[in-house]
């Protein structure tokens, strides 16, 4: 027994964690970070770093609403109902697109554009101010996803009123970081943490071989620090909140995210909505859905669809958190994989003293080190469990939120 546990000892205090590559840069109008097992014989870091800003940059010139040039830019100027062809690439967003907003019973609408520049957070210059209910109706006709038609065999896309423009900035980032996904696993990298803007897909193990550590933000206006960390592989996450994009007028605030039914930003208690799926880009649109719906018909719908969902509501300044029913094995294994961990740590760190005592060395450094080496610490969002307090986490200085709209 002891012989067993000596080994466990050497084990855990002894083997250095793996390397990890950290790539990072600036991409739709936000940062994103690229963090992986490092393998020179399968692709130098400079070669993939390239590759992921030459993949981005097309994205970018595909789906962005800020580039005049971009393909979306061209189709929204496109005053006509012919169809009008579009890149693969594309047609796969407005396919999910819609496949989330027939699900969501319009929550998702990425024709809200006018709306969202009515209300002054789109890429049109507008002063932040409260439209009349005339200019609320106006834009609210040039709205509508039912106006967009698909055509999957072509593939093309139509409009049925020619003012109809569509704004992909609820889902294009979690298709973006599922496109740099998909080359890192072709070059058989197995091991890896992708985010952009927030957006985020882990695969395999992080420096320490543990799941990955991803800190949720508390819901805070002018603070940065952690709401909850969970414990996550093989799978994506996005988050939706109120609490960063807004305008007040006359102490009533107004957030980013517009009701495509009344018009109107959302006014609910619903802080933030993490979700999480195998899809970055399908997790990406959910939270823009689910935040749209409100804490209780968006738990409804989580329930009903089986998808893992954190809600976060303010009561009063007091962040209250309510999880779907599939998001519960996701809590369960943070906290017992925390726990069993710290146990085991505790009870090799006093078998060690013991041992170093008889043997006249000094006792093992605290346990700190073991609980790092076991990765009990957060890999996005939050520094090491064993820091005494959280460092609040640096704003990307981003000139456009990932939920602008």
Known sequence: MIIFLIVIIYQ?????????????GHTMGTSYSV?????????????????????????????????????????????????????????????????????SKGAFDITVGPLVNLWGFGPEIHPRRIPSEVEIMAAREQTGQNKLILHETLPAIRKTHTDIVIDLSGIAKGYAVDQVAELLQSHDIQHYMIEIGGEIRVQGHNAQEAPWHIGIEKPLVETRSLQKVLTLENTALATSGDYRNFFEIAGQRYIHTIDPVTGWPLKNQL??????????MYADAWATALQVLGFEHGMRVAEQLGLPVLFIINRNGVFEEHMSRDFQPNRIKSFMMIFIASFSIIGIAILAMAIGAINGRPPLGGSCGGLARLGLKCDLGCNSACQKRLTPIQPDNKPHSDRDH
Do not use: G
Not at 12 to 24: D, G, I, K, Y
């Open 35 to 103: 963090k992986y097992r490092y393998n020179l014989e399968v692709v130098p870091p400079e070669t993939l770093h390239n590759q992921i800003e030459t993949l981005l940059v097309a994205i970018n010139h595909v789906m962005s609403t800020y580039d005049p040039d971009s393909e979306l830019s061209r189709f929204n100027r496109a005053k006509t109902t012919d169809w009008i062809s579009v890149t693969p690439s594309l047609f796969t967003v407005l396919t999910a697109a819609s496949e989330v907003h027939k699900k």
């Open 12 to 24: 855990v205090f002894s083997e250095a964690p793996l390397t990890l590559s950290h790539l990072s």
């Open 271 to 280: 802080a933030s909505v993490t979700v999480i799926t195998d899809s970055c």
